[in-house]
Each structure stands twice: as C-alpha cells, then as structure tokens.
C-alpha cells in the first residue's frame, strides 16, 4: 500500500470538493480527481442553487411542494425536507467561502425564477454558477493540512476489505493502492453513455461501477433527465446548455414555423418542469415533423440578456448565433440523472464504510424529474451529512487496520479495440432517449450485455478508454434491465 487516509473521496465535483472541507484536521483526506479539478459536471451548472433565503416571500413548504411536484410525488420526502431545511445553511456557508453570488444594488442576494419553481429562489453568479462554486472551493481544499488533492488520478480498482477499502489509482504512468477506513464516490452523472449530452467529458458512471461492483444498491438508474434547451449542434458531441434561468428570465420556445407551442401542452408554458418541455418537444416534433426548435429571448433588453448571461452570450456567438438579435437553435439532450448508488439520509450505501453523495448517488430527492438548481443543493447537504456522519464514526470507533491488502493488479494486457464507447452510446441514444423505443429494450440489452461480458472476461490493458468502457457498459445493462422490468415506470 503506497499510504493510508481517514477517507477517500472519488471525485472533485461540488460534492467531493464541499465534503472533504467539512472534515475537522485531524481526519486525513485523500481527493481523487481523474482529469484536471475543474472538470466536473457541477462546473458546467449555470442556473444556480435553489434555497429558502428570503423567508418574507418564500417557505420550506412551498419549495418543498415544487420539488415534489416535479418529481411526479416519486421523491423520499425525508429527504426533501433535509434538504430544502438544511440547504440554506450551505448556501450560506459557501458565501462565507468566497462565492460571489449576484447582488442587488443594496448588497441582498439575487434570487432569479426557473422552470418549475413557484418563487424566485435561485441564486446565481450570473450564468456560470458551477464555475464560480468549484473555483472557489478548489482554492480552499488546497488550503487544508488534511487534505491531499491528487488530480488526473484514474481509479481503476477499488476492492472492499474487512475495515475499509484499497483503490487502485493510475497516475502519471505509475500505478498506485492507497487504503482508507472510509470511501466516498462523488464521482457525478452518467451522460457519456448518449451520444448527445451536457455533461462533461467525465461523466462515465464510473463511481456507479464499483458501487455495483461491490455489491451496493442501485436504485432508479433509468430516471434520466434530458434538457429540453441544449444548442443544438450535430457536429458537436458534447452540447453547450441554455440555462433553465433562461425562459425564466422571459424567453419563449418556438417550433419550426416560429409558433409558440409550450401551452398546448401543458398550461404553466416554457416554465414547466424539464421533463415536460422535453416531452412536448419530442410531439411537437411528430406533429410539424421537423426537429428545428428554438428559443427566442430577442424582446428583452439586449444590454440585460448580456450582463446576466454573459457565458452563454459569448458560447452561442462563437457558434454564429447572437442570442439579442438571433433565436437560439436547440433540442433536447441527456442531462442529469436522478436515480444512482442507494443512500440513506447520511449519504451511506448498502456497503458498510461506502458513502455517494452527489449525482451518482440516489437520495430519492429528486424523485421522477429532478427541479431545477436541487442538484448543487444536494451535493453541498448530503456531502456534508456524510462527512458528518463519518468524523462521528471515527471519533466513536477509533482508527482499525483496514485487513489484508490485495495483489496488486497488473495494468498490462490487449489493447482495447476501438468503437466500444461509440457503439454503446449509439444504442442508448436510440432506445432510450426522450420518448423511449421500447420495442427494441430486449435487443439493445443483448448487445449491451455482450459488450459487458468481452470487457470482463477479456484481459484488457488498464487505461482511462477501458474503466469508461466498462463503466458505461455496467450503466446501460443497468438502465435498459431497469426499463424491461418497469421498475422505472
């Protein structure tokens, strides 16, 4: 074993980050990033974090009731209640860690109104909230003794003993076990298994891997949101978000005829939950067969739509659109998961010293369609309770041999044939997408099971392709299983 730690978190995404700084000094730490820190999904949210913070205007009831709401009443209503009673706290706490929320002229926090929600409760750093979050408390876990940031660091292994877990990492061409008494996986959303998302090039459900791996619970995996305003740019894998806040802030959906459409659909329009914008564009789309839709925020003030999106005015100029004079062209594409690795109120798994917290993990907040801006909330609480949970622990129990170290693996083996990823993300995006085709679930989960099994059977060389490989294979089993049984529906 090349050292020990209190703890390892697996991921560097607002939960990682958030949780390792609610860890007291003397609990070593150990954070394992596998690109650059700043690649994570939470980097990439733009709308902001949704909380309680103006108790003259606002209540935990009526944000509860929009959660549940959106989540088709599907949700772990403890869990709402933990989190719409608790989050203010965190929101409160990352001001006081240098986020730069939007203010008024008077210095109060700018709350804005998304899809969804029945008051404005959003705060923001205009249009790149995540950013300014992950930024900053990347600079404070730099800054803590007990911490240990190791960055570029691809977990490949992580093996349960008796009082905790060894996991192997690749870094820098080495090949390194470190042990610790405690594991949490925060290691974000599953979007790279379609082959059109908003996540970040990360986000290949490898925490979910070994959850599975070691016998944890997963729960809902097939309840995955898709966007229904990502900029819609076939050349381009990876879709760049238009913000919830977006049609909060006035904009209108418009079909291939320039018609507003949303209200034949459902009666709140462009502010209904995400799943059923999505939806309605999916029968828009039957109903005009054409798949060209827009959003049009050109009747607001072009000096307005600048300032408070400043990101995404300068992202769609780039691609030739200027948002204050052009309608935007967008379709709806994978976005979040709301399903993951089974958690009880204090973020634990089934697996005893397994903690997730954050998108891989399934709190049952966000119930069937998560609400808008719930999602960094979510990290922050549950991350906290987990760290929490586990400084209590280790406290009572005092610090155990972790048991016997495994052989460590050998990384050598077949190169991994090319096209696995691409195949896998081929057969989501056309089964499972929007509206799923579920005439082809039981042939979409053969061929995804064949694929599994070549992985696992076969000794494959240990690189980044093959864990994503494998990982997405796990997820998409684990998804269509999940729809031909309807555990979902």
Partial sequence: MDKQFDVIIVGTGAAGLYGALNYPEDISVLLLSKKELTLSNSSFAQGGIAAVLDTGNDNYKLHIADTLIAGKYKNNLSAVEKLVTEGPGDVLALKDLGVEFDRDKFGRLLATLEGGHSRNRIVHHKDSTGKEVVEKLIKKASEKPNVTILDNALVYSI????????????????????????????????????????????????????????????????RVQFHPTAFNSMSDRERFLISEAVRGEGAVLLNCKGERFMFDYDTRGELAPRDVVSHSIMLEEKKTNSSHFYLDITHKDPEFVKQRFPMIYENCLEKGIDITKDKIPIYPCQHYLMGGINVDLDSRTSVDRLYA????????????????????????VFSRRAAIDITNKIRKGGRKPIGEEPKKRSISGKKLPKGIRTGIREIMQQTYFVIPNLEHIDEAYRQVDSILSDLVTTEYEITTDYVEATSLATVAGIILEEVKEGINL
């Fill in 159 to 222: 093996d349960k003993a008796e009082q905790g877990f060894y996991v192997g990492v690749l870094r820098d061409g080495e090949n390194f076990v470190f042990g610790s008494s405690y594991c949490v996986l925060a290691t974000g959303g599953i979007g790279r298994v379609y082959k059109y998302t908003t996540n970040s090039a990360i986000a290949t459900g490898d925490g979910i891997m070994f959850a599975h791996l070691m016998g944890a619970n997963i729960k809902h995996l097939s």
């Fill in 357 to 380: 917290c954050g998108e891989c993990s399934h709190t049952g907040v966000h119930g069937a369609n998560r609400l808008a801006s719930n999602s960094l909330l979510e990290a922050l």
